[in-house]
């Protein structure tokens, strides 16, 4: 089992796909950047919550 596909429940109680293999849209206001649901691109650490919304990469 791997991190290229799942899904979560968000505490607003909607079930997104996630993972590195699920292209997205950053989720920061005002942010278009093409990101995927994957782990590294995560804000906090548990996916779903509020402090787990999907933001860019920075290197």
């Not at 979560?8 to 942010?31: L, N, P």
């Not at 906090?44 to 860019?56: A, C, E, I, M």
């Amino acid at each position: 089992m791997g991190y290229a596909y799942y899904t979560v429940t968000r505490a607003d109680g909607i079930e997104i796909e996630a993972g590195y293999g699920v292209e997205a849209t950053c989720e920061q206001g005002g942010c278009t950047t093409r990101i995927d649901r994957g782990q590294a691109h995560l804000c906090g650490s548990t996916p779903g919550t509020p402090r787990g919304r999907l933001r860019p990469l920075l290197l």
